[in-house]
């Protein structure tokens, strides 16, 4: 793509850092997102800043992916990992921090795209200052994270108000499924102006490998009946509803029964936790001789997993978007789901794969027997699911949007002359 634009754009991802490794934890849609849109964006003209909290001393201070797109991480806090409910309390150091950055460079940013309610706040300080156009992504909303756990955490009051404050003020909010929008419109605010633009994948790196060369480069017989998850190992991922479906499939006697976890964690943090809790009740059910946990699947490996699985499993109690639906489909793998959220959005069940209700182990243990029992069937649903991901999906065509969206923000609101910027 021609470079036009050449303006200056922050992506803002205070907590979710886009140049780290994904799959550690607090590491997940987020980083991907913000990395890829930006590097995308990038290609098509925009001169891209990915502003970041830098939670690691010996991380580098400025990143440069591609022409055109950085990762700035900014001094906020402690340089050292801070868990997301406790990073509020630096977010008025991170825009000091970015406004000295900016004043440093002598140019201005034209317009701010803001990622989960911490960058929210950060980017309404910023308009109060810049007066430019802020476009924001809220990746998870409050009103309805707060609805599926039973421990209200004292920040819950803050992000509420801050995710109604910038629903009602940004020139423009990105929901990422219509079963988002209709959220942020039923529980968050009838105000504000929200258009659909939904995540993406990169169609080239998912679904370039044939699922018997991805069994043969990962030592899985073709005969395998492989089912797969991935993710952050967090309670609401629903890891334990796969674990416990597969336990009761009707192939569970299946010698070539096979069950992989994939996904990092730190042991004795929140992740490594969740992981001993799952690993326990895989013991329990008497299913350790089948499941296998190969850890944080980095990207050289992670096409071969999807290629390689019958069926690609995402049980999320709730998700706004759910980016391994999409990986899984652009691999040509059909997917079960959770019946919630951006799921409902991405996989047309009968079509691309299956939905259940959350949390329902029967459900999802007849959804994934289905599959696994009928192989025609399954690569029907494997090739639909990766038309539908070329279609729909693909990050050049969600930052096509975003352009779009950007270039038409900035016609309704002239960004200010860089004189009066500096002084800014
Ligand atoms: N991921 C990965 N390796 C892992 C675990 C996860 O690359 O071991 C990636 C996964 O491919 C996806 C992202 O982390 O791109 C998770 O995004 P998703 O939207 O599914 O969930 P979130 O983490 O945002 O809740």
């Known amino acids: 793509m021609v470079a036009q634009n050449q303006q200056r754009i922050a992506l803002i991802s205070v907590h979710g ?47 440069e992916h591609s022409p055109g797109c950085r990762t700035i991480r900014l001094t906020a806090g402690p340089e050292a990992f801070v868990p997301r409910q406790e990073i509020f309390e630096y977010c008025s150091t991170f825009v000091e921090e970015f406004l000295k950055f900016q ?51 004292l920040i819950a009051t803050t992000r509420l108000n801050t995710e109604k404050a910038v629903l009602e003020s940004a020139e423009r909010i990105v929901a990422t499924s219509p079963q988002e929008k209709q959220h942020m419109r039923e529980l968050v605010s009838a105000k504000g102006s929200i258009d659909i633009i939904p995540c993406g994948t990169d169609i080239h790196r998912f679904g370039a490998i044939s699922r018997e060369a991805a069994r043969a480069q990962l030592g899985i017989a073709p005969d395998r009946r492989l089912v797969f998850y991935v993710g952050r190992f967090d309670p609401r991922k629903g890891i334990e509803t796969v674990v416990r479906a597969v336990g009761q499939s009707q192939l569970r006697g299946d010698a070539n029964l096979q069950l992989i976890i994939g996904g990092g964690s730190r042991p004795g943090a929140a992740d490594g936790i969740e992981r001993d809790r799952i690993e326990g009740i895989v013991d329990e059910l008497g299913m350790r001789d089948f499941t296998t946990f190969p850890g944080r699947l980095g990207d050289e490996v992670l096409p071969m997993y999807y290629a390689a699985a019958d069926v690609c499993v995402v049980p999320s109690h709730y998700e706004p978007f759910g980016l391994v639906a999409i990986e899984a489909m652009a691999s040509g793998t059909p997917v079960v789901a959770s019946d919630v959220g951006g799921l409902q959005f991405t996989v047309v069940p009968e079509e691309t794969g299956l939905l259940a209700p959350p949390q329902d182990e029967a459900a999802f243990a007849q959804a994934i027997d289905r599959i696994l029992m ?51």
């Open 103 to 153: 004043r440093k460079e002598g140019r201005q940013y034209a317009l701010i795209h803001t990622n989960y309610w911490l960058s929210a706040w950060v980017g309404m300080e910023l308009k109060k200052v810049l007066n430019i156009p802020q476009v924001h992504v809220y990746h998870s909303l409050g009103a309805v994270k707060y609805k599926s756990i039973s421990t209200i955490p």
């Open 374 to 424: 009928n192989s025609e069937w399954r690569s029907q649903l494997g090739k639909a699911a990766r038309k539908r991901v070329e279609d729909k999906f693909s990050w050049a065509g969600v930052a096509s949007q975003l352009s779009h969206l950007y270039q038409q923000l900035l016609v309704e609101k002239p960004t200010k002359t860089l004189v009066n910027q500096v002084s800014a």
């Open 17 to 63: 850092d886009p140049a780290i490794e994904i799959g550690k934890e607090e590491a997940g849609g987020q980083n991907v997102y913000v990395r890829q849109v930006g590097e995308a964006l990038a290609k098509q003209g925009w001169q891209v800043d990915m502003f970041t909290r830098k939670a690691n001393a010996a991380d580098a201070t400025i990143v």
